[in-house]
Nanobody, 116 residues
Framework: QVQLVESGGGLVQAGGSLRLSCVLS????????MGWYRQAPGKQRELVAS???????QYVDSVKGRFTISRDDAKNTVSLQMNSLKPEDTAVYYC??????????WGQGTQVTVSS
């Protein structure tokens, strides 16, 4: 069973930066499209950023220009660099790995809190 472990969350002031990382184990990382989702209290989980196996990226409009997703297949790691953080970025951030339509795995989540 694929396992995903996130790290890098924390408390930061508005305008600050954080870098989230997610390591995949018990699987072949390079075959998975990877994504970062977030869920704020009382809101639905939303896709923040995604990266395909060939490195193509997509972002939700609210983070374009501030967040950057990247992957390192040699280290089985996907990262999310978050700059110019805003209080509305506060949420639990989840890493996701997808292979075709049948396989989807989630990490346990990491809390990001941005104070104003």
């Amino acid at each position: 069973q694929v396992q995903l472990v996130e790290s890098g969350g924390g408390l930061v002031q508005a305008g600050g930066s954080l870098r989230l990382s997610c390591v995949l184990s018990r699987g072949t990382f390079s075959i998975y499209a990877m994504g970062w989702y977030r869920q704020a209290p009382g809101k639905q989980r939303e896709l923040v950023a995604s990266i395909t196996t060939d490195g193509s990226t997509q972002y939700v409009d609210s983070v374009k220009g501030r967040f950057t997703i990247s992957r390192d297949d040699a280290k089985n790691t996907v990262s999310l660099q978050m700059n110019s953080l805003k209080p509305e970025d506060t949420a639990v951030y989840y890493c996701n790995a997808k292979f075709r339509l049948a396989y989807s795995y989630w990490g346990q989540g990491t809390q990001v809190t941005v104070s104003s």
